[in-house]
């Protein structure tokens, strides 16, 4: 905890009263990015869960997608497999746009198809059903890798967002409000001793005053 008091503070009670209103600023702004801090945590956890259900269903999709490939290039061959699949056009458009988790902006793809599954890019006659199966469940791969990709997007900008918001509030925590707490103790104290001072100086000056007085007054014969 800091020990220091704020430079180019004028002891006075209008600085005073300014500070204490910059203190309670600063700890309603603590509180504010303590609950920001926790519910970004919350909303990690969730993307996390995410996280592993996208990873666990792109590596099912993948595993399946190239067994129905393997088959499908025993029964056609390599070379005519490769020549179909590098006739194939683009089947998706992918747009990106901005979705805002508790102020952190974070991308949502949206996944266009540019042809349906019944609008297959090849000769259904002179290919096997096992490269129909293939297609279909790389398509599946496709947009789990994209769903994927989504959700680590976020979850690397709300882990960015939750670093920040712990700094903000470890700083003001442990470094500003401190530091003006210790900058109102030092102004209350001066002003103690200034009071304490003119009191003393006060009752010196009443003392002398008395003092004169009763000197002053003529003295009167019994």
Excluded: C, W
């Excluded at 945590?41 to 869960?49: D, G, I, N, S």
């Excluded at 882990?159 to 103790?185: D, G, Q």
């Amino acid at each position: 905890m800091s020990t220091q008091i704020m430079k180019g503070v004028h002891p006075t009670r209008m600085e005073l009263l300014m500070l204490k209103k910059r203190r309670a600023l600063a700890e309603k702004g603590r509180e504010l990015l303590e609950e920001k801090r926790d519910a970004l945590v919350m909303e990690l956890r969730t993307l996390l869960e995410e996280v592993y259900r996208a990873r666990s269903e792109v590596i099912n999709a993948l595993k399946k997608a190239f067994d129905a490939l393997t088959e499908a290039k025993m029964i056609m061959g390599e070379v005519k497999l490769m020549s179909i699949a590098a006739s194939i056009p683009s089947l998706i458009s992918l747009d990106v746009e901005i979705r805002n988790i508790m102020g952190v902006r974070v991308p949502h793809f949206k996944v266009k198809e540019l042809r349906t599954e019944t609008q297959l890019p090849y000769n259904l006659l002179d290919t096997s059903v096992k490269l129909d199966e293939a297609a279909n469940t790389f398509r599946e791969v496709l947009r789990a890798v994209i769903k994927l990709a989504e959700v680590e997007a976020s979850l690397r900008r709300i882990a960015e967002e939750i670093k920040k918001t712990k700094r903000r509030v470890n700083a003001l925590r442990y470094i500003i409000i401190p530091r003006l707490e210790n900058t109102i103790r030092y102004i209350e104290l001066h002003l103690e001793e200034r009071e304490r001072e003119d009191f003393f100086r006060l009752k010196r000056i009443k003392y002398l005053l008395e003092k004169a007085s009763a000197t002053s007054l003529p003295s009167t014969s019994q």
